[in-house]
Every structure is written in C-alpha cells, then in structure tokens.
C-alpha cells in the first residue's frame, strides 16, 4: 500500500484514538455492512420483459449513452460497479429483470426464471433482494393496481405479488442469505377521491392475501414501502405512511422508508429510532428527492449524514437493511452506482468513527455548548485519510481514481452497444 496513505491513516488513528474511538474497529464493523445495489439504475427502470414505457408516477431523465440492454451487459454492469465499491454487497432485482428467452407474463413469472441470476450472485457471493413490478403494465389501470375495484385486475397482481415472495424464497434458500422482498404500489389519484377508505380497505385485504403463506423468515421478509405523492397520485396515495406503518407494525412487515417519499421537509432520519423502538424492522430506500421524489443519485448531503447517525449511533445496523434507490440517466450509469454506494459507506463511517458515549454524556449534563462545539469540530477531523486507507486495504481504488475504470469501461463497452434496445 501507498506509504502515505498509510502514514495518513495512522495519524488520523492517534487522533480518533484522543476521542475514545478505535479506527481498526471501525473498519472491520464497516466491512460488515452490505448495501443493495438497485439493479435498475442501469437501464432506466426498463427491464427485459417487454417494451412498455415506464409508469407509476416515476421518471428517468436523461439519455446518456450506455444502457444495459440484456441481462448479461447489465450484470456486467453491475460486476464493473461493485468492484469500485469496498465490502460484500446485495443486489436487488425488480421482476422484470428476470432472465429468460421466452416471453413470459409477469403474473406467470416463476423462480426459474431468475436461476441466471442466482448462479451469477453465487458465484460472487452476492445477495439477492426483490420487488415485485406493480407498475409499466396495461394492467396497472385507472391508478390502480391491488386496490383497483375490479377483483380481476387485483388478482392479476395479488398474483404477481404472491409468486414474488416464492421468488425471494428461493434466492434465499439457494444463496444462504435473507431476501428482502419489497412492495411498493402506484396506486392513488390525481385529485382527491370522495371515498379513500375503500381503496385503502382493498389494498389491505389484498395483501392480507399475498402474505397468507409463511415463508421461513430466515429466507424471504416482506417490506412494504409508503409514498406521499407521485406523477398521476399528487392528491392521494392508497399505500400512505400511516398505512404502511400500521400495516407492518400489526403483521409483523418491515417498513420500508424512501428517503424521497415524504413532504420536502420531512426526513426519514427522524423516524428511524421510533419505528425501531417499535420492534419492527426497517428497509431503507436511500434516495435524494429535489424539489419531488425524483430520485437523484445519493450525494453526502445532510440527510445522508443524519440517516447513517442514526442507525450508528442508535445500533441499528443489525435491524436496518439499506439498499439504494435513485434512477438518473442523464450521467453514466455505473458513475452513478458507484458515486451512490460510496457515499452511504462514507456517511457510515463518518457515524461511526464519532465518540457518541462523550456526546450523550454531554447531552445528559445538559451541556450543549460541548455538544454543538464537538459535533462542529468531528466535520474537520480526518475522516478521508481513514476512508481512502480502508478502500485501499479492500483492494478498491482509492479517492476519484475509480473514475478511470469507468471511462475506460465506458469508451471500451459501453460506447459500443447499441444506442437503443431492440426489442
Ligand atoms: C417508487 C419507489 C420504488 C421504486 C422502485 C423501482 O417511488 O421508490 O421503490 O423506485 O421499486
Ligand atoms: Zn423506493
């Protein structure tokens, strides 16, 4: 290893060591911390099932060159990013990424058409987590998916739903690591409907229904994901926060919470210790919403800083699973997996290299002069000279140099593909 980042290091160690913290330590919890990289930032949200356009109130913008149009080029995709990404990490993959050559319907869908994807995340010693696709389908109508008033369509999904869960078994018995299946609906109005608890009660019953079978939460956990508004659901959204929260919490769900679901100044830092003191499990969805959800790649903002805070300072990492959310094409693709997923590490290991005991202490005594001094001088300390020794003990490229693989991978394969896909 470089002498000097080896030299950083070890006087960021003495440092760090002054407030009580053990860097080494850090690092060896950090290595432990998996995040699921979002297979859908490589194509757009399309996936290989058909060539519907996407719908349910989300949007990509941007028509940078590159996208994965199989699933080979996009797991190669996926490889070429998870090498610039220090840890062993999960994958998660929407139903219409499955992986066959023949057409298959969603509702028909069935866990061997993901076998290329389990063998591929074996191999690699990948997780898999899954999500059923309520959504870029003639049957997602009038707004509606499982809570549409006409039971045909709802069983259509119920359905689709009811095979995901199966899907998210079997890539958890065969990978000997827990899938977390996550649903999240579409499902609202435009305008605000007279009646919103019917919508509400059907989408409980439904999934009542998708659940009804115990699957052995050692391979397969169901989250289910609230939104606030979307594109076509500004004025309702059958699957709210309150529902989704009450839903989990009486049937034993995690809660899955998006960082771009809530009103722009609500932030899901904030309510990650009262749904933990709940006993319930979380999912993460870590996004970045500008002005709507319009899922930006992850930066190191605030609430970047302040969700990784949280689930450090309040040992939440065993309890939390993080994946990533965020779909933007208007930049290379792997850039921006990479940019995504390193940043929650980096926010992760900014938390955990903080002398949370001195600070609690602090705020125990009442002394918050030393705790707003503390916090403020902690942002100057040396965390990058802990961050880049790290990539460089994992064998990952270390500060911006990462981004001469993904030029060079970019001019080498991804300038070669086809512009659009053929369909
Ligand atoms: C949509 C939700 C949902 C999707 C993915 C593709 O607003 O955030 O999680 O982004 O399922
Ligand atoms: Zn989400």
Same mark, same amino acid.
């Given at each position: ?146 809570? !549409? *008033?006409?039971? /045909? @369509?709802? $069983? ?9 869960? =199966? &899907? ?94 809530? !009103? *722009?100044?609500? /932030? @899901?830092? $904030? ?9 319930? =499990? &979380? ?141």
């Amino acid at each position: 290893m470089d002498q000097l980042l080896k030299n950083q290091y070890e006087q960021a160690k003495v440092l760090y060591a002054k407030l009580g913290t053990d860097t080494d330590a850090v690092l060896e919890k950090l290595k432990r911390v998996k995040i699921s990289l979002h297979c859908w930032q490589g194509d757009d949200v399309h996936g290989f099932l058909k060539n519907e356009a996407l719908s349910g109130g989300i949007s990509v913008t941007g028509n940078y060159p590159g996208a994965a149009h199989t699933p080979e080029q996009l797991r190669q995709d996926l490889e070429k990013a998870l090498s610039l990404i220090p840890g062993t990490h999960k994958v998660n993959l929407h139903a219409i990424y499955a992986d066959s050559t023949e057409k298959v319907e969603v509702d028909e869908l069935q866990p061997e058409h993901f076998l290329k994807w389990v063998e591929w995340a074996k191999e690699r010693g990948l997780g898999l987590d899954f999500n059923p696709t309520c959504f870029s389908h003639p049957n997602f109508r009038d707004g509606f998916t499982i809570s !549409h *008033p006409d039971p /045909k @369509i709802r $069983q259509f999904w119920i359905k689709h739903c009811k095979t995901a869960r =199966k &899907i998210g078994e079997y890539f958890g018995k065969e990978l000997g690591e827990v899938c977390i299946t996550n649903f999240w609906f579409p499902d609202g109005s435009k305008e605000k409907p007279v009646d919103s608890m019917a919508p509400r009660k059907r989408m409980k019953e439904a999934l009542d229904e998708i659940f009804s079978e115990k699957i052995d939460p050692q391979y397969n956990l169901d989250a289910v994901e609230s939104k606030l508004f979307g594109i076509g659901s500004e004025s309702y959204v059958v699957g709210s926060h309150e529902f989704c929260l009450g839903y989990a919490l009486s049937h034993d769900k995690l809660v899955c919470l998006d960082a771009g679901h809530f !009103h *722009p100044t609500e /932030k @899901i830092s $904030q309510k990650i210790s009262s749904v933990a003191l709940f006993d319930t =499990k &979380i999912l993460l969805h870590v996004s970045r919403p500008v002005r709507w959800d319009s899922d930006h790649v992850v930066i190191m903002d605030d609430e970047l800083q302040a969700i990784a805070h949280e689930l450090v300072r309040n040992n939440l990492l065993d309890k939390t699973f993080i994946g990533l959310d965020y779909f933007d094409a208007s930049i290379n693709r792997i850039a921006a997996w990479v940019i995504g997923a390193r940043n929650i590490l980096k926010a992760l290991l900014l938390a955990m290299l903080e002398p949370t005991e001195k600070l609690k202490e602090a705020e125990a005594e009442f002394d918050f002069t030393t705790r707003l001094a503390m916090l403020e001088e902690l942002k100057s300390y040396p965390f990058g000279s802990v961050w880049d020794y790290y990539c460089a003990k994992m064998d990952i490229p270390v500060r911006e140099t990462w981004l001469v693989d993904v030029k060079q991978y970019e001019s080498e394969i991804l300038m070669k593909r086809y512009p659009t896909r053929k369909s």
